[in-house]
């Protein structure tokens, strides 16, 4: 797509300059965060203008903070839900404390970095312009298993993490920008299930460790606990998040926020002829 090598074609480049500096590592995550971020931002920004002749109202302030707010809480809550039923069901244990409060800018420097790009890439464009032509429920499937595709790339991968991620994080956060028509609700979402996972229980995030606040393990069998990949190719993980994204596409629908395929809406002046 074009909107996708505009946005992303000038942060590739920042990126590899960033890393040229050679850095300190407890900086290097921070400041690709500091020039990361602003640049998809003003990407996006630039192609809406220039190509869509219209404003960025995906990102649009107005009901920003309420609405990042409300996905920071949404995210948090998920997670903890998670790890609550795998530590009662015996697959997640906290085994102590984990670094020192210096690993935080990295922490959320990843967290920032991950849910700002893939909420702009995924929901922002790829769901957003492929409803306009496929409605909402086909838009929302294709984002969710082009999402979950884009996982099978992290370490300990495999075909179930991949579909995990799809059904889990693709339609819940699918679901989240329905709902408001803004990024904002699924970039806290994401950013503060990532936050919560690596950040706080100090666990795999989609087969990435970094250390957190605390240190835990998974045991048992890989369907339950998500083995090295960690809680988001458990089964656990996906029922309850697939309640949640259920509950917000309901939301969505009650709000008048799904959108007919293009070949339907064509057809409706004639049925309303007729």
Do not use: D
């Amino acid at each position: 797509m074009i909107a996708a090598v505009f946005v992303l074609a000038p942060v590739l480049a920042l990126q590899a300059l960033v890393r040229a500096l050679a850095l300190p590592k407890p900086v290097r995550l921070p400041v690709m965060a500091l020039v990361a971020i602003p640049a998809i931002y003003f990407a996006l920004r630039a192609y809406v203008r220039l190509i869509e002749r219209r404003g960025l109202n995906e990102l649009a302030p107005q009901g920003a903070l309420k609405q990042f707010a409300l996905g920071l809480a949404l995210g948090a809550v998920l997670f903890t839900t998670v790890a609550g039923v795998l530590h009662a069901l015996g697959a997640f244990k906290i085994t102590g404390g984990g670094p020192a409060l210096q690993v935080l800018p990295n922490l959320i420097a990843m967290a920032a970095v991950s849910s700002f790009s893939e909420e702009v890439l995924v929901r922002g464009i790829i769901f957003r312009i492929s409803e306009e032509a496929l409605g909402s429920w086909l838009a929302l499937l294709l984002s969710a298993a082009l999402f979950g595709l884009g996982h099978l790339g992290n370490p300990h991968a495999n075909v179930w993490s991949a579909a995990a991620i799809a059904i889990e994080a693709g339609i819940l956060l699918g679901a989240a920008y329905m709902v408001t028509r803004s990024l904002w609700l699924p970039i806290g979402l994401h950013a503060a299930w990532n936050f919560t996972e690596a950040g706080v229980f100090g666990a795999a995030t989609s087969g990435n460790e970094l250390p957190g606040l605390l240190h835990s393990t998974t045991q048992g069998p890989e369907w339950l606990s998500g083995g090295a990949f960690g809680a988001e190719a458990s089964v656990v993980a996906v029922v309850v998040c697939l309640i949640a994204g259920v509950a917000l596409i309901a939301l969505a629908v009650r709000r008048g926020q799904v959108i007919a395929p293009l070949w339907c809406r064509r057809l409706t002046p004639l049925h309303s002829a007729a």
